[in-house]
């Protein structure tokens, strides 16, 4: 090429990228509203969870496509502007319960459409010899949009860990403490809370708080129940709501097991199994008094029931401990009769010995042993055995306590 044809044919100055640029948003703007349309009606066709959202819900939708086409519109006329602003100018336009409906996949998969329903137009909206730059500026602001939905929805889950995280520990303090329990089948349905039966675990605190909750709502969820768990001073309250994976009596401490490790040093109670979440603080309050008892049992298993530490929180001034002592051990000894309570008063004042038992009694020694194994039927205690003898002298002073001036 000659000097004088390139004076001539000088190089398209900067400024025709701008005035394509100005043409193509001239473009643009016509074109936002039938854009906006055409990517909901996209979304109707190609997002089957879309279709079966809320209108409510599909309106907000609706309503960020439009705003993320205007946005990009306004980013594209004023490129000086940098990064565009998207979670102001898109998402700031939906409510924040919108990412409860909508998860980031889905969001993701709705970004797709929109930038499809623009890409396969680019033709017709570009400015002659503006498509490759509209198309350069349509990915730009498709990765920008997809940084801002993670951010977005990053921000939720972080937001929604905090109020579950207060919400799980307002519901263990009602539990224990026995008031809002009214309040408490709302909270557990806004926890995902479904599952029954419920037991409560009490243990001691690790040395990190939070690891000690994180794991064990993180091994509780693996193993499919439901959760709650809080701190209560230096104490760890969990409420377990039982897998339907588990079943017969022994599910409970099936669940149980293999969380105990998951708790810091000491002895850890099981409460009772209840049938829902609304009755679970008889649960929480047993576990939460096993476990101020336990001390007194030094060889209890880890994990322990509490209905195992009846004799211990009874001393401790459990009342509740101490009226099911006297209604499931006292009452039906007594109601079946004074030989029994006799028989069993004497063997534990006789070193549990068969024959001193008989001589002090007139009767043989095979109607001590009968009379022992009824004792045993009857209340799940055995009188011969260290642990149940302790239990049954403690059931039958309580009972007796129980009756003065009746």
Do not use: C
């Not at 970004?111 to 350069?136: K, M, T, W, Y």
């Not at 995902?192 to 690790?206: E, I, K």
């Not at 006297?326 to 007594?334: A, C």
């Amino acid at each position: 090429m000659t000097t004088e044809s390139a004076e001539q044919t000088p190089p398209e100055p900067h400024g025709g990228d701008d005035a394509v640029r100005a043409a193509t948003v001239r473009r643009l703007e016509r074109a936002m509203g039938t854009l906006g349309t055409a990517a909901v009606a996209r979304m109707e066709q190609r997002l089957s969870w879309f279709r079966r959202m809320s209108a409510e819900d599909r309106s907000w939708v609706g309503l960020v496509a439009q705003s993320g086409v205007a946005a990009f519109v306004d980013w594209f006329k004023n490129p000086a502007r940098g990064r565009p602003a998207i979670t102001v100018e898109v998402f700031g336009t939906a409510p924040r319960e919108l990412t409860r409906s909508v998860t980031l996949q889905q969001t993701v998969d709705m970004i797709r459409v929109v930038i499809d329903v623009v890409e396969n137009q680019v033709e017709d909206l570009a400015a002659p010899g503006g498509e490759q730059q509209l198309r350069e500026a349509v990915l730009r602001y498709t990765r920008e949009v997809a940084f801002s939905s993670a951010k977005i929805y990053a921000r939720a889950a972080e937001a929604r860990g905090a109020w579950d995280e207060r919400l799980e520990a307002l519901v263990v303090d009602a539990l224990l403490h026995g008031d809002r329990e009214e309040g408490l089948e709302t909270w557990g349905s806004a926890l995902g809370w479904s599952r029954t039966p419920v037991l409560a675990m009490a243990g001691g605190l690790g040395e990190d708080s939070d690891s000690t909750l994180e794991d064990l709502r993180a091994a509780a969820r693996r193993a499919g129940h439901d959760v709650l768990a809080g701190v209560q001073g230096e104490r760890v309250i969990a409420v377990i709501g039982i897998s339907e994976k588990l079943t017969g009596d022994s599910a409970p401490l099936q669940a149980a097991e293999p969380l105990a490790g998951l708790f810091g040093p000491g002895p850890i109670v099981l409460g009772p199994a209840v049938g829902d979440l609304r009755v679970a603080g008889h649960s929480v309050r047993a576990a939460v008094n096993g476990l101020r008892a336990a001390i007194a049992w030094p060889d209890a298993p880890r994990p322990v029931r509490a209905e195992d530490l009846l004799p211990e929180r009874a001393l401790e001034g459990d009342t509740a401990a101490r009226r099911q002592l006297v209604e499931e051990v006292y009452l039906p000894l007594r109601k079946a009769g004074s030989p029994l309570l006799d028989t069993l008063s004497v063997y534990l004042e006789h070193a549990s010995s068969l024959e001193a038992t008989a001589r002090m009694l007139f009767v043989h020694s095979n109607t001590v042993r009968y009379r022992l194994n009824r004792i045993t039927e009857l209340t799940g205690h055995a009188p011969a055995d260290g642990r149940g003898s302790f239990v049954l002298r403690i059931a039958v002073t309580l009972g007796r306590l129980s009756e003065r001036g009746t």
